[in-house]
């Protein structure tokens, strides 16, 4: 739901520098100059408002801080709520919170399965039920379909085993108490992810080792195939030309014969006329 900008004083730079990106982006602007009734109904448009999840920058505006200590800080503590909290803590603290309407609520609730999630990737229903006061488990399953369409989460809903499966979950706003907490975290996440790469490396650089034995074992091999064709081809060779050569002789040879055969008749011829 867009805040209705009737209803603040605002410069026309500001309205102008709306982000469709960052949806807080346009309420923190406009609380920069809300006062009195105008911000008490920023709030509310914005806890209402869709694809609104984080809340922290509004929270931190100055004139949305003084409302803690005064008769109004029951809005003060929802905004801080829908930051930080889940419905069972609206439900615990509901008299000093403001009434949420339908669209508050449900987006409440959507934040409270966000809240879940980050605990656990597989939330049982009998916990969400509690979570969220839902006494019906079709109810259930209608809330978490409609925060998927909403993008709010990614997962599916596991019928047989009775539990949520989170894939994904949107992030919400961060206590400043908390941000060693997530430093801490990201850091081992960071170390991890060093030490994979390191594993990673490794492997590849053993791989790469391999690669370049196999290389010049297959190029040893083929040059050791290459020599052999090469011997056989010329034993081949060799083998022909010996066998052309003994064929050769044996052409000559039988001249010789026939030559000393036929000189042989001649001097019986010559003998036989002396003799006459």
Same mark, same amino acid.
């Given at each position: %739901?867009?805040?209705e900008?009737?209803?603040?004083?605002?410069?026309?730079?500001?309205?102008?520098?709306?982000?469709?990106?960052?949806?807080?982006?346009?309420?923190?602007?406009l609380?920069?100059? @809300?006062?009195?009734?105008?911000?008490?109904?920023l709030i509310?448009?914005?806890?209402?408002?869709q694809? *609104?999840?984080v809340?922290?920058?509004?929270?931190? %505006?100055?004139?949305?801080?003084e409302?803690?200590?005064?008769?109004?800080?029951?809005?003060?503590h929802?905004?801080?709520?829908?930051?930080?909290?889940?419905?069972?803590?609206?439900?615990?603290?509901?008299?000093?919170?403001?009434?949420?309407?339908?669209? %508050?609520?449900?987006?409440?609730?959507?934040?409270?399965?966000?809240?879940?999630?980050?605990?656990?990737?597989?939330i049982?229903?009998?916990?969400?039920?509690?979570?969220? &006061?839902?006494?019906?488990?079709? *109810?259930?399953?209608?809330?978490?379909?409609?925060?998927?369409? $909403?993008?709010?989460?990614?997962?599916?809903?596991?019928?047989?085993?009775?539990?949520?499966?989170?894939?994904? @979950?949107?992030?919400? &706003?961060?206590?400043?108490?908390?941000?060693?907490? *997530? *430093?801490?975290?990201?850091?081992?996440?960071?170390?991890?992810?060093?030490?994979?790469?390191?594993?990673?490396?490794t492997?590849?650089?053993r791989?790469?080792?391999?690669?370049?034995?196999?290389?010049?074992?297959?190029?040893?091999?083929?040059?050791?195939?290459?020599?052999?064709?090469?011997?056989?081809?010329?034993? $081949?060779?060799?083998?022909?030309? @010996? %066998?052309?050569?003994?064929?050769?002789?044996?052409?000559v040879?039988?001249l &010789?014969?026939r030559k000393?055969?036929?000189k042989?008749?001649?001097?019986?011829?010559?003998?036989?006329?002396?003799?006459?």
């Amino acid at each position: %739901m867009a805040p209705e900008l009737s209803n603040f004083d605002y410069d026309s730079t500001v309205h102008q520098q709306y982000s469709a990106h960052n949806p807080i982006d346009q309420y923190v602007l406009l609380a920069k100059n @809300a006062k009195g009734a105008a911000c008490l109904e920023l709030i509310k448009q914005v806890l209402e408002a869709q694809g *609104v999840h984080v809340f922290g920058e509004l929270l931190a %505006m100055p004139n949305i801080q003084e409302l803690q200590n005064g008769p109004n800080a029951g809005y003060y503590h929802t905004l801080n709520l829908f930051a930080y909290g889940t419905y069972r803590q609206y439900l615990e603290n509901e008299s000093k919170l403001i009434q949420l309407t339908p669209a %508050m609520r449900r987006k409440l609730q959507h934040l409270t399965i966000v809240s879940l999630a980050i605990k656990g990737k597989c939330i049982p229903y009998s916990e969400l039920l509690d979570e969220l &006061d839902i006494k019906n488990v079709r *109810v259930l399953e209608d809330l978490i379909i409609e925060a998927i369409y $909403a993008d709010v989460i990614h997962g599916k809903i596991d019928q047989k085993n009775k539990q949520l499966e989170v894939d994904y @979950a949107i992030g919400r &706003d961060i206590r400043k108490g908390n941000v060693t907490e *997530v *430093v801490s975290t990201l850091q081992e996440w960071s170390d991890s992810c060093e030490t994979i790469l390191s594993c990673l490396e490794t492997q590849i650089n053993r791989a790469n080792t391999e690669k370049q034995k196999r290389i010049k074992h297959k190029e040893v091999i083929e040059q050791e195939i290459a020599n052999l064709k090469k011997a056989i081809k010329t034993q $081949a060779v060799e083998s022909d030309e @010996a %066998m052309a050569t003994d064929a050769c002789r044996e052409v000559v040879g039988g001249l &010789d014969l026939r030559k000393k055969s036929t000189k042989s008749k001649s001097l019986k011829g010559c003998g036989k006329s002396s003799s006459k």
